[in-house]
């Protein structure tokens, strides 16, 4: 049985957690790649069965949020992860620079457009979250934000308790919320970002902003600490998984996300009986 409250990746909802206590690796105990991968291939077709069943009970919409430093595997990991699932059941969204459109309304609007509809999942490739990790690490990017002025001295915690009040409202409705950051090291980064500069398949993903952004890393560290601590709750917990090893890293999140669905004892839908005792007079008339 799935035990999401006692899960060693899951952030407490007691303001607990620290990044530097985080561990990028996987445990001593942890599998081998090679059982990884197999283990992987195991959840990704309970997946399958699962989505299916989540999409006939129409009740419950499933959420999923990525969000991590650059070369952690967010997109490795939604396609390893979701390549089983019947692409009619799920959608992938991925926020970067926000629009003008999309600055003329409040910062959780442009997500909220984008949220899944009862029986089908739905990706997040970053998220509203990034409204208190990049904008809290670049503060300058409020001003292109038409707030009022001037810009409240606890813009962030009104922030977090929005996006509280948010998930909240959500939950409440049906949508099942997880929330994944995939915690890569700074030596780890680095040998990813060397390899895109080394190999020419992988040219195409080097940028040299990502390059300025590793200058903040401790920044960048402390605004996910805050972020994962105001906001890690029993309705929309998030998971921090080492993100040094992929094949652990992916295996891991397969693993929530499978087991969180079968704890809603999803069903078919029941047909009557008198619907059933139908269902003789309509095969005879295939039949013939």
């Known amino acids: 049985m799935f035990d999401a409250a006692s899960h060693p990746y899951l952030v407490p909802a007691d303001n607990s957690f620290r990044y530097d206590r985080a561990s990028t690796q996987p445990p001593k105990s942890a599998p081998s790649k090679k059982l990884c991968e197999k283990r992987l291939q195991w959840f990704i077709k309970n997946l399958d069965e699962v ?77 509203y979250y990034e409204e208190v990790l990049v904008v809290r690490v670049h503060p300058e990017y409020l001003k292109t934000q038409k707030l009022p002025i001037p810009i409240s001295p606890t813009i962030w915690d009104e922030r977090y308790e929005s996006i509280r009040n948010h998930e909240l409202h959500l939950a409440h409705n049906g949508t099942i919320i997880l929330k994944f950051w995939l915690h890569v090291s700074k030596d780890e980064q680095r040998r990813r970002l060397l390899a895109r500069l080394t190999e020419p398949e992988k040219h195409w993903k080097f940028s040299q902003q990502d390059l300025q952004e590793r200058k903040l890393w401790k920044r960048y560290m402390a605004a996910y600490e805050a972020a994962v601590n105001a906001t890690s709750r029993s309705w929309a917990p998030w998971y921090v998984i080492p993100a040094d090893d992929k094949p652990f890293m992916r295996m891991c999140v397969a693993e929530i996300i499978t087991q969180t669905l079968e704890c809603l004892h999803l069903q078919y839908p029941a047909v009557s009986r008198a619907k059933r005792q139908t269902f003789a007079k309509f095969r005879k008339q295939l039949q013939r």
Request: proline share 4%; net charge positive; hydrophobic share 40%.
């Open 51 to 127: 989505q299916r069943r989540l999409y006939a009970h129409d009740k419950y919409a499933l959420l999923l949020i990525f969000q991590a430093m650059d070369t952690a595997g967010k997109d490795g990991t939604i396609r390893a992860v979701m390549r089983g699932v019947n692409p009619a059941g799920c959608q992938v969204f991925s926020f970067k620079q926000p629009s003008h459109l999309e600055l003329d309304h409040d910062f959780l609007w442009r997500t909220t457009c984008r949220l899944p509809e009862r029986g089908r999942i739905g990706i997040f490739n970053r998220s």
